[in-house]
């Protein structure tokens, strides 16, 4: 099903066309290796490298054999005269399989990568347009201090650049071909073999392999993504948070036309966002599936191999899909400064408050004392929905120490905010980067529902 809602580009990867046509490559740089050391003969090669895979005749033998891998076999010979003879010359399937399925797992990692940069590049502009942009931070849902939305945003922007570099791990590790033979012993080739075959392939060859590449390698790539997708619902959600009626800061687009409920016209639902946090719950599982493949018995036995063929694809379609959906939401991003405005000042200043405690021990207060008067205080204000300003003027313990000309300066958002230019050049965010740079259009727009 998740298929149908992701971009061509990840859909073709994971194609029969495009898995066939990379059994039939491995195949080929085989048996061109084999010529290189003079087994095959150059004229059968030149014939080899004409072969074709037929795939209506491959579900026609496959009926017969049950066998993916020699009905593959049986539509490419057909495809040959004698020279057939040489294909899958000491090879077993998983030379081929798993060869090839690393061939497909660089081409989906290439193409996250792209997604993955041009999410960054939108968050980093996003975070330049809204740097000294003040709302209140929460924690335990509750207002503590002033931050700033931009603020907010280069968190994520970080954020996204480790899944860039987990991402480059993670195709390192799967980038990885596998030419050993039955048991990894090569009984029936050798090591010469699979490193030119390899070589052609733009793979490395596995140090050691069994019958198969060993799954850990397919695990880390595979919660990598669970990673990427776990920091889209975490976006995701704090979006869904902010635009809760009663705070309202942000918006995800909402396009004209659109409907938000079939029963209340008036709905403005997150539901691309919720979309995106069920999605990444979808992937967690996969990663757990993917760990589960890595225990096989002695050489090799196929309980991954019914996983993979749901796992592998669906995790690289889902997150595609999802990095794409997430991309377009920030970039059509709803955002209310003047609500954001609105609810720092919705406690009457006990958002201040650790501001007076610090500047009445500067006073010289032992911080418990002064921890005390300012709860005191904060406390009355809580429950009796007063200016906090106003009670700590009119306690004269808080004024004996700290007059009240000096109480007013304390209550200024922008103070929060002075650091925020260098955490910015920490990250590289800076006006000559990102100002004006514009955002890439995507290629496909996301589609509506799942």
């Given amino acids: 099903m998740i298929e149908r809602y992701s971009r061509p580009q990840m859909k073709r990867i994971w194609s029969d066309e495009s898995k066939f046509d990379k059994w039939l490559k491995v195949e080929i740089a085989v048996c061109e290796a084999w010529a290189e050391l003079g087994v095959i003969p150059r004229e059968a090669l030149s014939k080899i490298k004409l072969a074709r895979v037929n795939l209506k005749r491959m579900g026609e033998i496959l009926k017969e054999t049950h066998h993916d891998m020699t009905a593959f076999l049986g539509s490419v010979s ?28 660089i081409e989906s990692a290439e193409l996250l990568s792209q997604d993955i940069k041009e999410l960054i590049s939108v968050l980093a502009q996003k975070a330049m347009k809204y740097k000294y942009t003040a709302m209140i931070g929460r924690t335990h849902g509750v207002h503590a201090e002033p931050i700033s939305f931009g603020f907010k945003l280069a968190l994520w922007t970080g954020e996204m650049r480790r899944n860039m570099l987990r991402l480059n791990e993670a195709k390192k590790a799967i980038a990885v071909g596998k030419i050993s033979g039955a048991v990894g012993t090569y009984a029936t080739l050798s090591p010469e073999v699979e490193e030119k075959a390899c070589a052609r392939l733009g793979l490395v060859p596995a140090p050691v392999s069994s019958q198969v590449l060993q799954r850990d390698r397919h695990a880390q790539f595979v919660t990598t993504l669970a990673i990427i997708a776990s920091s889209l619902e975490k976006f995701a959600t704090e979006i869904r948070g902010l635009q809760q009626t009663e705070t309202r800061e942000v918006e995800e687009p909402f396009a004209a036309g659109q409907t938000g409920s079939s029963a209340m016209p008036h709905k403005r639902n997150p539901e691309l966002c919720e979309r995106i946090c069920g999605l990444a719950r979808l992937v967690r599982g996969f990663a757990l599936t993917s760990m589960e493949n890595i225990t096989l018995w002695h050489e090799r036995d196929i309980s991954h ?61 032992s911080r418990q004392k002064a921890y005390e008067l300012v709860q005191r205080n904060a406390m009355k204000a809580w429950e009796g929905n007063k200016n906090f300003l106003k009670l700590l003027k009119a306690d004269p313990e808080v004024t004996a120490a700290l007059p009240q000309s000096e109480l007013e300066p304390l209550f200024d958002e922008k103070y929060y905010l002075r650091y925020v230019d260098e955490v910015f050049e920490r990250l590289g965010l800076t006006e000559v980067q990102w100002k004006e740079k514009p955002i890439a259009e995507p290629s496909e727009l996301a589609p509506r529902a799942i």
């Fill in 305 to 365: 191999s019914s996983t993979e063929r749901i796992i592998l694809p669906d995790s690289c379609l889902v997150v595609d899909y999802t990095l794409t959906i997430f991309t377009s939401i920030m970039r059509g991003l709803r955002v209310y400064p003047q609500r954001m405005k609105h609810n720092l000042e919705l406690t009457r200043g006990l958002i201040f408050s650790q501001r007076v405690m610090l500047a009445l021990v500067e006073k010289g207060l």
């Fill in 78 to 105: 057909e495809s040959l005269g004698d020279e057939s003879r040489f294909i899958h010359l000491g090879l077993t399937s998983s030379d081929v399989i798993d060869t090839a399925l690393g061939l497909q797992l």
